[in-house]
T-cell receptor, first 117, second 119 residues
Framework: AQKVTQAQTEISVVEKEDVTLDCVYE???????LFWYKQPPSGELVFLIR??????QNEISGRYSWNFQKSTSSFNFTITASQVVDSAVYFC??????????????FGQGTELSVKP | DAGVIQSPRHEVTEMGQEVTLRCKPI?????LFWYRQTMMRGLELLIY????????DSGMPEDRFSAKMPNASFSTLKIQPSEPRDSAVYFC?????????????????FGQGTRLTVV
């Protein structure tokens, strides 16, 4: 069965601190996809990144970086030098066997990040 | 591109009434998903379509819920009769399938959601 666990329900940091959001997943498939989405207070879901299971290369995009480790089934997200605008709920998601299942996402429960000035 | 468009943005209805939520996916996308978000259950997939055909509706809560996709540019999610426990934010999302066998789909893009309140 597929499952995504975000153990951190809420995180509060002060602006300019670095923060890491944890994501652990479970899957029996050898081919799968991992995602991070951001949900700001306005409510929309904003796509941040997609990572394929056959590509363990870490990725950096500006202040955002992602660490994918298949050995620990983790896909952690780090924000460097956090800003107030980073305050949002962040969701990690998993999609299995895309050829057959068309890309449906299983979401974690989300981590609410609060960045204080 | 206008993105995924959902209507209405907010809906308040009385228990027992029929509710219809609408979604226009991104042009060219061939997969469409309906998700529901609540505090208790988080984000859960209700149903998804591939090339306008329902593939998996196992997440639909009960027979009061139905979804259709009559063409590639429109989908509806209907609740009849509505109940207070249906109150939630309903998201529609779409993705495309342009890629290789190793990377068959793109990521899903979400609409702004419909906040449904059943009183």
């Amino acid at each position: 069965a597929q499952k995504v666990t975000q153990a951190q329900t809420e995180i509060s940091v002060v602006e300019k601190e670095d923060v890491t959001l944890d994501c652990v997943y479970e899957t029996r498939d050898t081919t799968y996809y991992l995602f991070w989405y951001k949900q700001p207070p306005s409510g929309e879901l904003v796509f941040l990144i997609r990572r394929n299971s056959f590509d363990e290369q870490n990725e950096i995009s500006g202040r955002y970086s992602w660490n994918f480790q298949k050995s620990t089934s983790s896909f952690n997200f780090t924000i460097t030098a956090s800003q107030v605008v980073d305050s949002a709920v962040y969701f990690c998601a998993l999609s299995e066997n895309w050829s057959n299942q068309g890309g449906k996402l299983i979401f974690g429960q989300g981590t609410e990040l609060s960045v204080k000035p | 591109d206008a993105g995924v468009i959902q209507s209405p943005r907010h809906e308040v209805t009385e228990m027992g009434q029929e509710v219809t939520l609408r979604c226009k996916p991104i042009s060219g996308h061939n997969s469409l998903f309906w998700y529901r978000q609540t505090m208790m259950r988080g984000l859960e997939l209700l149903i998804y379509f591939n090339n306008n055909v329902p593939i998996d509706d196992s997440g639909m809560p009960e027979d009061r819920f139905s979804a259709k996709m009559p063409n590639a540019s429109f989908s509806t999610l209907k609740i009849q009769p509505s109940e207070p426990r249906d109150s939630a934010v309903y998201f529609c999302a779409s993705s495309s399938r342009p890629g290789t066998s190793r990377d068959p789909n793109t990521e899903a893009f979400f609409g702004q959601g419909t906040r449904l309140t059943v009183v």
